[in-house]
Nanobody
Framework: QVQLVESGGGLVQAGGSLRLSCAAS????????MGWFRQAPGKEREFVAS???????RYADSVKGRFTISRDNAKNTVYLQMNSLKPEDTAVYYC???????????????WGQGTQVTVSS
C-alpha cells in the first residue's frame, strides 16, 4: 500500500512558477514509476509527466520545456517544477504511482488527493 500526499499548489500569475511535491509512504517507493496528471473542470484527467525508478522521464507535449519532474528516493518524494505557467495549465494536479508504465490514468495503482493550481492571466 502506498499513500501519496501532494503539496505546493496555489494561485500564480501567467509566466510564474510553482513547485509541486508529492510525499509517499512505504518502503518500496523506489520501485514505482511516479507521475503527475491534471484535470481541468469539464475535462478528462490527462498525463503531465512521469519518472521511472531509474530516472527516465516523459512529458506531455503541452508542458515540454516548461515543466520538470524529478524524484528523491531517499525522501520518498517526487517533484514537479512548473515554469512559464499559462492560464491553460489551471487544473487540479494529481500525483500517481505505478508498478509499471505510467502513460495514462488507467496505469496508476495509487493516487494522491490532488492540489489546485490556478494561473491567472
Amino acid at each position: 500500500q502506498v499513500q501519496l500526499v501532494e503539496s505546493g499548489g496555489g494561485l500564480v500569475q501567467a509566466g510564474g512558477s510553482l513547485r509541486l511535491s508529492c510525499a509517499a509512504s512505504g518502503r518500496t517507493f523506489a520501485i514505482y514509476t511516479m507521475g503527475w496528471f491534471r484535470q481541468a473542470p469539464g475535462k478528462e484527467r490527462e498525463f503531465v509527466a512521469s519518472v521511472s525508478h531509474g530516472g527516465s522521464t516523459r512529458y506531455a507535449d503541452s508542458v515540454k520545456g516548461r515543466f520538470t519532474i524529478s524524484r528523491d528516493n531517499a525522501k520518498n518524494t517526487v517533484y514537479l517544477q512548473m515554469n512559464s505557467l499559462k492560464p491553460e495549465d489551471t487544473a487540479v494536479y494529481y500525483c500517481a504511482a505505478s508498478r509499471g508504465l505510467l502513460s495514462g490514468p488507467r496505469d496508476a495503482n495509487y493516487w494522491g488527493q490532488g492540489t489546485q493550481v490556478t494561473v491567472s492571466s
